[in-house]
């Protein structure tokens, strides 16, 4: 009797842990797709804010006439790092909810044993992460800071706002330096929160 109450209460709690794991799962895509969706949100502020410079450019009559406006771009710069630390937020809370997932994935595979752990999804992220993901997002983010300062600091130097191509450039860099600092912090907390999660 006591074995077969004992059999339902881990069948239970198998259950209600597996239930529980699969909602964080689906709050982690809901976060995943969110911040992959962000690119068309970039994609549409950048032809809005840039639409008028870029056109400008290519009037070649027109050009010396209407120079590129540096406020277009400085907005536009603005709007963009500020989307970069708001989807930070959102890794932040994705990150949050992959731990949770670590504590329910470890405590499933105890009624699943085998070499190979079949609840593994959270566990082997930062792994990978380290191993592959940040190597193609450096690279990434190096081109994309180059394309965020370089392009536009180029057209307002050739367009004779030498001031502003000083401004944008600096503020463009303080930015971009404050966003790269931000990333390294939430990969070191992830690390960290996935040593304590192997400690324990």
């Given amino acids: 009797m006591n074995e077969t109450s004992r059999g339902m209460d881990d069948g239970e709690d198998r259950d209600l842990l597996y239930k529980e794991y699969v909602r964080l799962a689906d ?71 992959q731990a949770r997932m670590r504590h329910f994935e470890t405590r499933l595979n105890t009624h699943y044993p085998g070499a190979e752990p079949i609840f593994a999804l959270a566990l082997k992220w930062p792994e990978w992460q380290r191993r592959v993901h940040d190597r193609i997002a450096i690279p990434t983010f190096i081109i994309f800071y180059m394309i965020l300062i370089l392009f536009p600091t180029t057209l307002m130097v050739l367009q004779g706002f030498g001031i502003w191509a000083v401004l944008y450039a600096g503020l463009a860099v303080v930015l971009a330096l404050c966003h790269l600092a931000s990333v390294l912090y939430l990969v070191r907390c992830l690390e960290r929160d996935m040593r304590s999660s192997s400690e324990t």
């Avoid at 969110?34 to 809005?48: E, P, Q, R, T, Y």
């Avoid at 027109?62 to 406006?69: G, K």
């Avoid at 277009?72 to 708001?86: C, D, H, P």
Wanted: charged share 15%; with cysteine.
């Fill in 27 to 97: 709050c982690c895509n809901g976060y995943i797709k969110d911040s992959l969706s962000d690119i068309k949100l970039l994609g549409a502020i950048g032809a809005v804010l840039a639409w008028d410079p870029v056109a400008r450019m290519l009037e070649l009559d027109a050009r010396m006439n209407q120079p590129v406006t540096p406020v277009g771009f400085t907005t536009l710069m603005l709007v963009v790092m500020f989307l970069l630390f708001y989807n930070l937020l959102k890794q932040s809370i994705f990150f949050f909810h």
